[in-house]
Each structure stands twice: as structure tokens, then as C-alpha cells.
């Protein structure tokens, strides 16, 4: 290999080396070694008359190499193009590294606090112009009745509500199966085992039912909402409807947001049926409350307003969660990593703000002796 490279000392002076061979990107391995091996003598010149190519990795790695004793070494024997190279090179990074600056602790956190507070307007800013372009779009079908796009709302509606039945009917079950062991276990304590009949009862209706309910729509339906929605803009198929006079409110988002208004009260009506059949199962198997005693007890301890106050929350979680994963869907910017991004967000977004709303509720309801 008559171009490989290398670099041997001077046989009268330890001090000089001379470079040979191809000093470029093809050899870089070889270089690398023969520079470290060098790296650790003192080194006061290196000869360039036998180097047959040169590129700039090479020109880089012999000034890195000049510049790495107590004294920078000589480069000579360069000429012509590689003198040149070897110029351009030396002014490179000739200045030392970077110092840190030291962050304040208290404008950091005043700087999170601000970025923060940025994106929470912002957000809020797209609820409420999502908020308005819906109830736009809502009081444009009631003038015009005929312009409501009926059959995707019962197609949408299939999919949220029929095909979501049976998870939600097996996830409520083991929820009030789940509360009822464990209110018999510590009520056994204390003899008051038929309290847990008002518990499960209570809890599920107004509350555990409703709740589970919604954050289970939100992470099935809400999701998919912001895929389907995001995908149609990056396929430019919201732009070509508005090319072709069409709301996209009122084409894509009004039925899905109508669908889960409506498909949310019925789930949640036979998701709590689900969760109050799994707890008198396990009254009636673990804690020795036969059916008979459960249902006379659930009838005295619970009323319809429990009831009502569960399903009344329910359509407006299902508003809040198809909002908010249309805007989510219509933030997507072009990019799968942008849509899996936003997806992940209506998630997140959709069951924070059904918790706070669900708290808001539960206030609201306790003030007016609900």
C-alpha cells in the first residue's frame, strides 16, 4: 500500500517527524492511531515533504497534533494547495472553550414559570376559538337542518358508543367489584358491613362512574379523533374542503363532538349498571350479603339524585374531550412524529380537564345541596 501513511522520528533529531503517504478521509483510522501515538512525545516539528494527498481531515488532525505539546510544533515542507490548507486549518478554534455561564435558580424557574404560563394562554386561546367555531357550526345546522350530516354522526356514534360497550362494561365491573372487597374488608372491622352497599353505591353514581367512564372515551375516542383529524391535515384534505366552500367544523369535528355528547350518558348509565352488579356480586360472594339484601339496601341508601348528578356531568366531559382533541388534531404540523406528539397531548389534556371539571361539578353540586 504505497500511499498508507506514517509518521516516524527523526533518526537525528526525536524531536522532528516526518509525515509520508496519504494524509485524508480514506485513512482516518490509521491516522487517528498514529496521532495518538505521537500525541505523547514532544514533538518540535513535522517534515509535510513526503505527504502525497492531504485533505482537511488530515490538515486537521497534524495541527491538532502540532498544537498539543507545551509548544506548538512546526508544520513544514507544505506548499502550494496543501500550505494553503494547512493555513485555513490553523485558524480554526482558536479560541478555548466556552465558560458556562452561571444560571440564576430564581430567573430559571421565573423563565419555566413564564414559558409555561405562554403555553397555557395559548392553549386556552384554541379551546375557546375551537369552543366558538363548534357552537358556530351547532347553530348553523339549527337554521338549516338539512345541512347535518346524519349519517356520519350515527357512523361516529357506532364507534364511540356501540363498539366501546363491551370494555367499558368489563372495565366499570371490576372497578365496583374492586371497591365493594375492599369496603367489606375494612368495614368487617368495625361490624358495618352493609355500609358498603352505600358506598358503591354513592361513589359509582355520582363519581368512580362517570369519571372512569370519561377518561376511558378520552384515551379511546379522543385519541383517535386527533389521529383521524390530524392525518386528514397532513394529507391537506381540511385544506381542499375549505378550498371547496366547506366548514371543516362542521363536516369533520361537529358529528364526532355529537357522537360522544351522546354516546357518553349511555356508557356511562351501563358502565355504573355494570360497576353496581359487579359490587352486589361480590357482597353477595365474599361478604355473605345476598342479592335480595343488597338491592333493599342500595334502594334505601341511594336516590335518583345521585344518578342525576352522574349523568348530568357526562355530556359536558364528552364536550370537553372532543375539543379538545380536534384542536390537538388540527395542530398537527405535517410530521408523523408531530401527530403521535399531539395525539399524546389530547390524551393527557383531555383527562386533566375532565378531573377539573369533574372537581368543579362535585363543588357546584355540593352548593346547591346536590
Not at 488532525?61 to 490553523?90: Q, S
Not at 421565573?110 to 357550526?137: E, T, V, Y
Not at 364526532?256 to 352486589?280: K, W
Request: proline share 4%.
Amino acid at each position: 500500500m504505497p500511499n498508507a501513511p506514517a509518521l516516524t522520528a527523526n533518526a537525528d533529531d526525536p524531536r522532528v517527524l516526518t509525515a509520508c503517504g496519504a494524509w485524508n478521509v480514506a485513512n482516518v483510522e490509521r491516522l487517528e492511531r498514529l496521532c495518538e501515538g505521537a500525541a505523547r512525545a514532544d514533538i518540535g516539528a513535522i517534515d509535510l515533504r513526503r505527504v502525497t494527498a492531504l485533505d482537511t481531515v488530515g490538515a486537521w488532525l497534524l495541527e491538532r497534533l502540532a498544537r498539543g505539546g507545551a509548544t506548538r510544533a512546526a508544520l513544514t515542507g507544505a506548499d502550494g494547495p496543501y500550505g494553503d490548507l494547512l493555513e485555513e486549518v490553523r485558524g480554526l478554534n482558536r479560541g478555548g472553550p466556552t465558560e458556562r455561564r452561571s444560571v440564576n435558580p430564581v430567573l430559571q424557574r421565573l423563565d419555566q414559570l413564564g414559558r409555561g404560563s405562554r403555553r397555557l394562554a395559548s392553549d386556552s386561546a384554541a379551546f375557546l376559538h375551537m369552543l366558538g367555531a363548534f357552537s358556530a357550526a351547532l347553530l348553523g345546522i339549527l337554521r338549516h337542518p338539512r345541512s347535518f350530516r346524519l349519517t356520519s354522526t350515527v357512523y361516529q356514534l357506532g364507534r364511540v358508543g356501540w363498539q366501546a360497550v363491551p370494555i367499558m362494561v368489563l372495565i366499570t365491573f371490576l372497578i365496583g367489584a374492586i371497591i365493594a372487597q375492599q369496603g367489606i374488608f375494612h368495614f368487617r372491622r368495625f361490624g358495618a358491613e352493609s355500609y358498603v352497599v352505600d358506598m358503591v353505591g354513592i361513589l359509582v353514581l355520582r363519581e368512580i362512574g362517570v369519571l372512569i367512564v370519561a377518561i376511558m372515551v378520552a384515551g379511546r375516542s379522543g385519541s383517535a379523533y386527533t389521529a383521524e383529524i390530524g392525518a386528514m391535515k397532513m394529507r391537506e384534505e381540511i385544506d381542499a374542503l375549505s378550498t371547496m366552500g366547506l366548514d371543516p367544523v362542521a363536516v369533520l369535528i361537529l358529528p364526532r363532538i355529537l357522537a360522544l355528547v351522546v354516546a357518553l350518558p349511555i356508557l356511562t348509565f351501563l358502565g355504573s349498571l355494570a360497576a353496581l352488579y359487579g359490587g352486589g356480586l361480590i357482597a353477595w360472594l365474599y361478604g355473605g350479603m345476598s342479592p335480595a339484601i343488597f338491592i333493599a339496601r342500595l334502594h334505601d341508601a341511594v336516590s335518583v339524585t345521585h344518578f342525576e348528578v352522574g349523568i348530568i356531568k357526562a355530556p359536558f366531559m364528552a364536550l370537553v374531550i372532543g375539543l379538545v382533541a380536534a384542536v390537538e388534531g388540527l395542530s398537527v404540523k405535517g410530521s408523523a412524529e408531530s401527530l403521535g406528539q399531539q395525539t399524546t397531548a389530547s390524551v393527557v389534556k383531555s383527562i386533566f380537564l375532565v378531573i377539573v371539571l369533574d372537581g368543579l361539578f362535585a363543588v357546584f353540586f355540593a352548593s346547591i345541596g346536590m
